[in-house]
């Protein structure tokens, strides 16, 4: 079965750091650009950050740019997001989704069911 | 950044009916557009890439059309299941891609 299981999100308080795991399963991770994707609660979906399949291209919103860090570990089927200096407005379920391509220009075939992530003191 | 611009923001529909969502982009993002469906309490779901072409499992009764800047979701023939919140999505011009507001549709 094609799953993708995110984990790590919680409770932060501003300004410090959370990194969130996605565990991919059932399909070649390493052929495919991986995604993530935030909701915050009672609103649309926002495109995060976005990584090629062999990590040689990645993207940010200009929301994140330059405190968060997308990577990826292929020999583990796991795609990473690193947090840091956390803010109120990053309040969301952040997902993981898959790629059709191996490049970052494209749909997103299978969505996690997300990990929630709570900015607040 | 392109930005994707969906109307209505709600469409009521009866069951059984057809359903035409849009959605619009601020530049030409050639085909380079899907549209996704999102249940309540679930994660999106891809229902059409490349602006026409359904994805894997997806009923016939959904059709994309459009190129450039203008876009179309159309459901043929409405079921219970298919009342949820549509987006419709830019990769074309990456990074970002982009998403519209979404469309809630919703029984007449």
């Known amino acids: 079965e094609v799953q993708l299981v995110e984990s790590g999100g919680g409770l932060v308080q501003p300004g410090r750091s959370l990194r969130l795991s996605c565990a991919a399963s059932?399909?070649?991770?390493?052929?495919?650009?991986m995604h993530w994707v935030r909701q915050a609660p009672g609103k649309g979906l926002e495109w995060v950050s976005g990584?090629?399949?062999?990590?040689?291209?990645?993207g940010y919103a200009d929301s994140v740019k330059g405190r968060f860090t997308i990577s990826r570990d292929n020999a583990k089927n796991s795609l990473y997001l690193q947090m840091n200096s956390l803010r109120a407005e990053d309040t969301a379920l952040y997902y993981c989704?898959?790629?059709?391509?191996?490049?970052?220009?494209?749909?997103?075939?299978?969505w996690g069911q997300g990990t929630m992530v709570t900015v607040s003191s | 950044e392109i930005v994707m611009t969906q109307s209505p923001a709600t469409l009521s529909v009866s069951p059984g009916e057809r359903a035409t969502l849009s959605c619009r982009a601020s530049?030409?993002?050639?085909?380079?557009l899907a549209w996704y469906q999102q249940k309540p309490g679930q994660a999106p779901r891809l229902l059409i890439y490349?602006?026409?072409t359904r994805a894997t499992g997806i009923p016939a009764r959904f059709s994309g059309s459009g190129s450039g800047t203008e876009f179309t979701l159309t459901i043929s023939s409405l079921q219970s299941e298919d009342f949820a919140v549509y987006y419709c999505?830019?990769?074309?011009?990456?990074?970002?891609?982009?998403f519209g507001q979404g469309t809630k549709l919703e029984i007449k």
């Open positions: 989704a898959k790629g059709i391509f191996g490049v970052p220009t494209g749909a997103f075939d299978i």
């Open positions: 059932g399909f070649t991770f390493d052929d495919y650009a």
């Open positions: 990584i090629s399949w062999n990590s040689g291209s990645t």
């Open positions: 530049q030409s993002v050639s085909s380079n």
């Open positions: 490349g602006a026409s």
């Open positions: 999505q830019q990769y074309n011009n990456w990074p970002p891609c982009t």
